[in-house]
């Protein structure tokens, strides 16, 4: 099995979520196969940064400069990571994968895209149109977008500055520091104001699935009339297709 680096603490839920979720998704793949207990998981290594720092060090649309610093704490995780023997590393945030050109500069070992495997995921579902929901970076960017554009599907235009600041200020007060009874229905309010009929929603932060517990682990799932992705899903999917690709 390859060593999978996780870069997490963007936030820490997502980070625990990850280790679990391949190390659950391992079992399942070795327990099919007729392997005994204790079932096997990939090696695995934690560098987690500090939100309160990198939230702080974000810069400004269309200023590469001013992510020098956003940039280069990221960059140092990653080659911590190598350091440590990882054949490869995933992000266990969306944020970050904004600035994924930047952030593995000087890195060696491969970093998945989060964008991609979710572009994968959304095609498979054969919507031709998605929303995409997450932090104000994710939001204001457009990189799902040209990943989605090169599956053939549609990204929304750019909400309005203050429903981006609405789905922010969501994912800091309900979902943060583990999901609150709040952060479902204050979701699937959001998501009726802005998904027209026959639009796929991304989940494109890692920690908005927590609002939906019994789909923590779904790439795609139904829940209050509407079809949604969870990238982190997808994501660990894509890590475990690698990490176990020369299993048999």
């Known amino acids: 099995m390859k060593k999978i680096g996780i870069l997490g603490g963007v936030g820490w839920p997502s980070t625990i979520d990850y280790y679990r979720a391949i190390a659950q998704g391992a079992g399942r793949f070795f327990a099919a196969r007729g392997h005994g207990t204790p079932l096997p998981i990939p090696p695995m290594t934690i560098e987690s940064v500090t939100q309160a720092q990198t939230r702080a060090l974000r ?21 911590t990571l190598q350091g440590a023997g990882c054949d490869f590393a995933v992000i266990a945030s969306n944020t970050p994968h904004a600035r994924l050109h930047a952030i593995r500069r000087g890195v060696d070992m491969p970093v998945l895209s989060i964008f991609d ?7 498979e579902t054969g919507s031709a149109r998605a929303l995409v929901l997450g932090t104000a ?5 457009r990189d799902y977008a040209s990943a989605l554009a090169a599956e053939g599907i549609t990204a929304n235009p750019a909400l309005p500055f203050e429903d981006i600041a609405e789905m922010q200020a969501l994912i ?4 943060y520091a583990g999901v609150s009874e709040n952060a479902r229905p204050r979701l699937l309010a959001f998501c009726d104001r802005h998904a027209e009929p026959g639009t796929t929603i991304l989940l494109a ?3 908005l699935p927590l609002a939906f517990p019994d789909h923590v682990d779904d790439i795609t799932f139904r ?17 475990l297709d690698l990490a176990l690709a020369d299993e048999v």
């Open 59 to 79: 810069g400004r649309p269309g200023d590469e400069a001013s992510w020098s610093g956003f940039d280069a704490v990221f960059r140092n995780a990653l080659l």
């Open 117 to 123: 495997a979710t572009a994968r995921a959304t095609a």
């Open 137 to 141: 970076v994710t939001m204001q960017a």
């Open 172 to 175: 800091d007060e309900d979902l």
């Open 205 to 207: 932060c890692t920690e």
């Open 223 to 239: 829940a209050g009339g509407h079809l949604f992705v969870n990238p982190s899903a997808a994501h660990v999917a894509a890590a």
